[in-house]
T-cell receptor
Framework: DTAVSQTPKYLVTQMGNDKSIKCEQNLGHDTMYWYKQDSKKFLKIMFSYNNKELIINETVPNRFSPKSPDKAHLNLHINSLELGDSAVYFC??????????????????FGEGSRLTVL | AQSVTQLGSHVSVSEGALVLLRCNYSSSVPPYLFWYVQYPNQGLQLLLKYTTGATLVKGINGFEAEFKKSETSFHLTKPSAHMSDAAEYFCAVSGGTASKLTFGTGTRLQVTL
């Protein structure tokens, strides 16, 4: 069973189009993330949701809109795609909490990535 | 706030040689430190982590790392490189279990015969 799964794995589209990437985790985690990895492999956090509530929103164009229908799902919708949006987008999840008894370790579990190519 | 610096974007070693990937961090609170590995066209996989307790931590595939507070370092080592170790390695830091993870820029490990 795949712990964090993303679809689609590959996405090729034209500039100006709108596209979505979906993510699901079956680990029972309460926090999910979107990371962007550029061509130089640099990983940058975009968004984070905890129990469906947006908690991290980095400096990302408002063409990017995350949505979390429940704590096991986090989708990413991108409007008016630009060439610079070409990248690999990773979904991740974690169990968060304070203290040893929370069971949280700070570890992120990643999906396989969705490679977006904008032509 | 936390940050990570990985020295050397590309490291090449011979098969059987020692692997040393360097990571220095900055954190205003006691850090949680992680090493992740990314194989080509795959997601990131946790190699090992330091949260509290023993400063020498062992991970999967024979890797280990030592947390040195005085040097603000968390270097990754493996005594003997294998061809299958060729991958991108990322060091990451957070301020705890409720804090976001900040990644370094990655080090590509190449293993030659």
């Amino acid at each position: 069973d795949t712990a964090v799964s993303q679809t689609p794995k590959y996405l090729v589209t034209q500039m100006g189009n709108d596209k979505s990437i979906k993510c699901e985790q079956n680990l029972g985690h309460d926090t999910m993330y979107w990371y962007k990895q550029d061509s130089k492999k640099f990983l940058k956090i975009m968004f984070s949701y905890n129990n469906k509530e947006l908690i991290i929103n980095e400096t990302v164009p408002n063409r990017f809109s995350p949505k979390s229908p429940d704590k096991a799902h986090l989708n990413l919708h991108i409007n008016s795609l630009e060439l610079g949006d070409s990248a690999v987008y990773f979904c991740a999840s974690s169990k968060t909490g304070q203290g040893v008894t929370s069971g949280a370790t700070g570890e992120l579990f990643f999906g396989e990535g969705s490679r977006l190519t904008v032509l | 706030a936390q940050s990570v610096t990985q020295l050397g974007s590309h490291v090449s070693v011979s098969e059987g040689a020692l692997v040393l990937l360097r990571c220095n961090y900055s954190s205003s609170v006691p850090p949680y430190l992680f090493w992740y590995v990314q194989y080509p066209n795959q997601g990131l996989q946790l190699l090992l982590k330091y949260t509290t307790g023993a400063t020498l931590v062992k991970g999967i595939n024979g890797f280990e790392a030592e947390f040195k507070k005085s040097e603000t370092s968390f270097h990754l080592t493996k005594p003997s490189a294998h061809m299958s170790d060729a991958a991108e390695y990322f060091c990451a830091v957070s301020g705890g279990t409720a804090s976001k993870l900040t990644f370094g820029t990655g080090t590509r490990l190449q293993v030659t015969l």
